[in-house]
């Protein structure tokens, strides 16, 4: 890609960008939220087409004008929002519009049979007849992959797509890239994790506002890698601010949904960060769901500063000060037709109310405040959510309850997808919140961010909580042991693990 420039109204979203890539390469983009990647990738899948500037494939000038154009010049792309059709069976998305034929009529056995093998590929455990509505999100990026092996690309394009995955499933995404990479593929990757860059990446190039600030190695240290993005350094990466903590704010006891969580039992203070990890599929969000009333539970309680709250009842859990900040924010966080102010405005509404009324400016004031302090990239405050960023958005989603003034804030997977710089804004948020005597319960598959942050970590296996850890004193290995374990195997007595500090 050589001087291409895209710009959409009110935003020069690239400018003057240079990009090449290689045949056996993992190239990195690295950028703030809203630096301009996913544009930079949409105009090599065909979503876009730039303003100025051009494009070479092996040399040649070329015009990609749609995903057809796109797939014709072998370049396969994972996107950051998922582009499955939910109602269609795994099999069927992946084989899209070329389905396998025989006699004329689809060949299901045939495009099943394939399926399962690009699944095995990818080492998912999913049959190939399910339907896509029904996975979770960490599978739907499974499939996604298995979608682009399938067309068996020279370029492959991969828009974050380690962000809902945890440590299990991105050593098994390494293991595939690093094999197309010996086959001479070309592999262009996105990721707000650092750590991922020297591991799995040949070079990096870093956008900045649009720009192309640099190319570098992989293996720069990674202190400069955030200078080169951010335009500063940044000292302390998880800045907890632990206090004693008070009198306990969410108390559960016993809380079991058959075939999903069993006996789930935790206290959560004034003042505490208290996380919760564990491998996808342990049933953490279940759990989070079942505690806001999201969804309901056969058994327990779920109590808030001692009043019970009714089962699956979002407005008591609400009216009570429980707010939720779902993992799934595309579907259950933004009304993405919606503007910036009324996407923040939408927890608050009626509290802010003076005489009866909204009180309009003052709402705008507070969104004003919120998207200043996170650093949200936008033209406005009028502009459509749709059209923010993935980063950015998912900064609302966030922005949005801690507007809210919740007393105690459950966070899904706080920091997916958000540039480094910010997830320390947000930390701060939370400091902010801690410090002012709310409580915090966050699910994070993120170890250095969970172990960062928190106080306590408790550590969740097949529905169940297999150990509580001090998070001063316990390491990435320790909660990994204990998210392999089987929880209804141990006695209770044996749960709790105390790990010695300096390890
Ligand atoms: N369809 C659109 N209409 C208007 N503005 C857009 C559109 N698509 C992107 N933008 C703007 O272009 C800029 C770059 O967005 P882009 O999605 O490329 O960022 P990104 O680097 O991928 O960020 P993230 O890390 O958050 O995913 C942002 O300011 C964004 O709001
Ligand atoms: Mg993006």
Redesign the pocket.
């Known amino acids: 890609m050589e001087g291409v420039r895209k710009t959409?109204?009110?935003?020069v979203?690239l400018d003057h960008v240079d990009f090449d890539l290689r045949r056996g390469e993992v190239h990195v983009l690295l950028?703030?939220?809203?630096?301009?990647?996913?544009?930079?990738i949409k105009m090599l899948s065909g979503a876009h087409r730039p303003d100025q500037g051009r494009i070479l494939v092996g040399g040649e000038p070329v015009r990609i004008n749609g995903a057809q154009d796109a797939e014709r010049l072998g370049i396969a792309t994972i996107y950051?929002e998922f582009n499955l059709v939910p109602e269609l069976s795994v099999a069927e998305n992946i084989f899209l519009g070329r389905q396998p034929r025989r006699f004329g009529l689809v060949d299901r056995r045939r495009m099943n049979a394939d399926a399962a093998g690009l699944l095995a590929r990818v080492g998912v455990d999913v049959a190939p007849q399910t339907r896509v509505g029904d996975l979770g999100i960490a599978r739907l990026q499974m499939v996604e992959i298995a979608k682009a092996l399938s067309l068996d690309a020279r370029v492959l394009i991969m828009?974050?797509p380690t962000a809902v995955l945890t440590t299990g499933e991105v050593d098994k995404l390494f293991g595939i890239v690093r094999a197309l990479r010996e086959d001479g593929v070309g592999v262009v990757f996105?990721t707000?994790h650092l750590e991922e860059i020297a591991a799995l990446g040949d070079r990096v190039t870093v956008?900045r506002d649009?720009r192309s600030v640099t190319q570098v190695p992989a293996d720069t240290a990674e202190a400069e890698l955030v200078r080169l993005m951010v335009g500063r350094s940044i000292e302390a990466q998880y800045p907890r601010q632990r206090a004693a903590a008070g009198d306990p704010l969410l108390k559960v006891t016993g809380l079991t949904r058959h075939g999903a969580f069993t006996d789930v039992g935790f206290e959560v203070r004034a003042g505490e960060v208290v996380g919760l990890a564990g491998l996808v599929g342990a049933g953490r969000t279940e759990v989070v769901r079942a505690v806001f009333g999201a969804d309901s539970y056969d058994s327990g309680t779920v109590e808030v500063l001692g009043e019970r709250l009714p089962r699956g009842d979002v407005n008591a859990a609400m009216d009570a000060g429980v707010g939720l900040v779902p993992e799934d924010r595309k579907g259950q966080g933004l009304v993405l037709g919606a503007t910036v102010e009324e996407n923040l405005g939408l927890v608050t509404l009626g509290r802010g109310t003076r005489y009866g009324f909204v009180d309009r400016s003052a709402q705008r004031h507070e969104a004003d405040r919120i998207a200043g302090q996170l650093k949200v990239?936008?033209?406005g405050l009028d502009?459509q959510v749709?059209?923010?960023?993935?980063?950015?958005q998912q900064k609302l989603v966030i922005g949005k309850w801690l507007l809210a003034d919740s007393k105690v804030l459950i966070l899904d997977e706080p920091t997916r997808?958000i540039?480094v710089g910010a997830k320390v804004e947000i930390y701060q948020l939370v400091n902010e919140l801690t410090a002012s005597g709310h409580a915090v319960l966050m699910v994070s598959s993120d170890l250095p961010e969970v172990l960062g942050m928190s106080d306590r970590v408790l550590v969740m296996a097949k529905g169940r909580i297999a150990g509580e850890l001090d998070a001063t004193k316990a390491t990435q290995d320790a909660v990994m042991a204990l998210a392999v374990t089987d929880p209804a195997a141990t006695r209770p007595s044996d749960r709790k693990v105390e790990v010695p500090r300096g390890h």
């Open positions: 959409f109204p009110g935003v979203a950028g703030e939220n809203g630096a301009g990647k996913s544009t930079l950051q828009d974050e996105i707000h956008l649009g990239r936008m033209a502009q749709r059209t923010l960023s993935g980063g950015n997808g540039d």
